[in-house]
């Protein structure tokens, strides 16, 4: 059994990483911003796994189950946010929150 | 093996962190404002009483993920302060709703113990642990108080940004580690995986991506367009948190972080040049934008807001030190200048906060809160409160850099640092930044002097606004001690120089 390269592992999140990132720039619906910004984190936790296999620490890992703590403490925010957008402009359009201007 | 002096050395991480579990018994107990607001006040000054010995400590390291030194310290007592203050006024802001908020003062603990962890940090796992408890605490802060007409749109806009500068910020941490194989900020030789041709370009990616995330925070300029609204539409006690403990902590956490970076590049690991270039680009944009952009705005939360913006690119000059010799002087430019911002940015918020309390309390709408304050509202404040005034005036000047208040010797620091640097470049946008700047500090100074006042808003008969005694206290407090270390300098100076 071949290893997977390390500069592959990298890759790959990248690639996972920006098409997170389109999302949150590009999607109206703030509930698929939400879902986007979790592509991103667990871009980043590929990278992680890769390199924490790479050097065979458990590093890696650890820091891996922070971001998904993370992840989880962020979408419980959002999520409450989230259902306040609903309730005040019957709808979840980012474009909706646009009150202040200068 | 943990011994007396590493628990002596993280004492106010350990207070503020078990009084937090304190203040959630007591909200089990009984909800009473009043005494988890006294609660948390305690609980920051003997997390400041107990700091207070680690000035004099050599630095110490607390497992691998801790460092303690007497920096650190001095930017724990700045962030402390700002919670006394903080929380004093919260106080005063909350008593205008109705609700009992307990919640907010737990928040409030929570963003306190995560900049303490940031600024202490000497590892990436109790960095990012640190970076957010600070962020998802201050997302809560932000969008809190639910009847006010911003709170869904900013707080909702503060947690896509911040996440999204938290997952740059994760992804450079994971290409560094890739190459280094250590997440602690300390360097080690013969870590860095020989056998990947690209190693350099990998680091340089992952420490642009890191910085990416950290300069999101500190709202350097490609990445500065949350700080307006966000300050125009967080309660303004939150918008004091954000300009103050955030930022601090954050550049100290960069700092660390850079200087321990120094000897990659002194090892030839890293191209040193370009990630220079960057930065000075960056922060002469943030000087020259944040300045000409505050020059629009006729809110004062946004003005503060560019103008915090200009700040950060000033002391981004700091970074740019290179030698190791002198780092000690680059640390105590940089304490000098956050103290000097710190200050500055309490004082003109709480006679935001106070002018809005005393402003609605006289016309009578204590159930919403109105904070957007012009700077046309503070016509002829002077004649309205000479205190409110005079602290105004001076903390504007401190903003703007004026001698003989503590804003001018911060500068003064900076331009030592660049000139020994020989950044002429940044030196001449710092001085076009300032010369932008005070026009529109000026502007605020002119405004309250004007005797045109537009009365319509106000009656005749609520025109001078009175204080209460203890209001009336703590603005002359401020004042005095702006004024004080204005004049003296070298106070503050000799307690940095002796770190």
């Known amino acids: ?102 | 093996m943990i011994t007396n002096m590493m628990i002596q050395s993280i004492l106010p991480q350990l207070i503020i962190a078990f009084g937090l579990v304190l203040s959630m018994l007591l909200i089990a107990w009984q909800r009473s404002q009043r005494m988890i607001q006294f609660l948390t006040l305690i609980i920051f000054i003997i997390a400041l009483v107990a700091n207070v010995p680690i000035f004099t400590i050599d630095a110490i390291q607390v497992t691998s993920l801790l460092k303690v030194d007497s920096y650190s310290a001095f930017t724990f007592m700045l962030i402390g302060l700002s919670g006394v203050v903080v929380t004093l006024l919260s106080g005063k802001y909350l008593r205008t709703q109705t609700e009992v908020h307990d919640e907010y003062y737990l928040l409030l603990q929570l963003v306190i113990l995560g900049a303490s962890i940031l600024v202490v940090s000497d590892h990436f796992a109790s960095l990012f642990l640190g970076f957010e408890l600070l962020s998802i605490a201050l997302v809560g802060l932000v969008g809190y108080i639910r009847e006010d007409k911003y709170s869904v749109e900013t707080g909702f806009k503060y947690l896509i940004l911040s996440a999204t500068a938290s997952s740059f910020m994760l992804l450079g941490i994971a290409f560094i580690y890739s190459q280094t194989g250590d997440l602690s900020f300390v360097y080690h030789t013969g870590l860095v995986s020989g056998d990947l041709p690209q190693a350099s370009v990998v680091l340089l990616v992952g420490s642009l991506l890191f910085f990416i995330g950290i300069a999101f925070k500190l709202s350097l300029v490609p990445f500065h367009f949350w700080t307006p609204d966000v300050y125009q539409g967080s309660s303004t006690p939150v918008t004091m948190i954000l300009a103050t403990i955030s930022k601090v902590a954050m550049f100290t956490v960069l700092m660390k972080y850079w200087f321990s970076w120094l000897s990659y590049s002194e090892a030839g690991l890293f191209d040193h040049d370009i990630f220079m270039k960057l930065l000075s680009i960056i922060a002469m944009l943030s000087m020259v934008f944040g300045n000409s952009l505050a020059l629009m705005q006729t809110n004062i939360k946004r003005l503060l807001g560019y103008s915090s913006i200009a700040h950060m690119g000033y002391i981004l000059i700091i970074l740019m030190v290179t030698s190791s010799q002198s780092i000690n002087f680059a640390w105590q430019s940089a304490l000098f200048y956050l103290a000097a911002y710190v200050l500055a940015s309490l004082s003109i918020f709480t006679v935001l906060i106070v002018y809005s309390s005393q402003n609605s309390l006289a016309i009578n709408k204590s159930s919403s809160t109105d904070d957007d304050i012009t700077i046309s509202d503070w016509n002829g404040l002077f004649w309205r409160n000479k205190t409110l005034a005079c602290l105004v005036i001076l903390s504007v000047l401190s903003l703007a850099g004026i001698p003989l208040t503590m804003g001018f010797i911060g500068k003064f620091y900076l331009l030592t640092v660049a000139t020994q640097g020989e950044l002429w470049w940044l030196i001449g946008a710092l001085i076009i930044g300032s010369g932008i700047g005070l026009f529109y500090y000026l502007r605020i100074i002119f405004a309250l002097f004007n005797t045109e006042t537009s009365e319509s808003s106000v009656s005749e008969n609520n025109w001078k606004i009175e204080l209460p005694v203890t209001n009336h206290l703590f603005i002359v407090v401020l004042a005095v001690v702006g004024l004080f270390f204005g004049i003296f300098p070298d106070m503050v100076t000799r307690l940095i120089g002796s770190l």
């Open chain 1, 1 to 102: 059994m071949t290893a997977i390269p390390l500069a592959h592992v990298l890759m790959l999140a990248s690639i996972l990483f920006a098409i997170g990132f389109m999302g949150v720039i590009v999607r109206k619906n703030t509930l698929f911003m939400l879902m986007s910004l979790e592509v991103m984190l667990n871009a980043v936790g590929v990278a992680f796994i890769g390199a924490g296999s790479y050097w065979q620490q458990a590093d890696g890992q650890v820091m891996f189950i922070l971001i998904l703590t993370l992840a989880a403490a962020e979408v419980a925010v959002g999520l409450a946010l989230l259902i306040r957008l609903q309730h005040k402009y019957q709808s979840l359009d980012i474009d909706k929150l646009n009150s202040m201007q200068g």
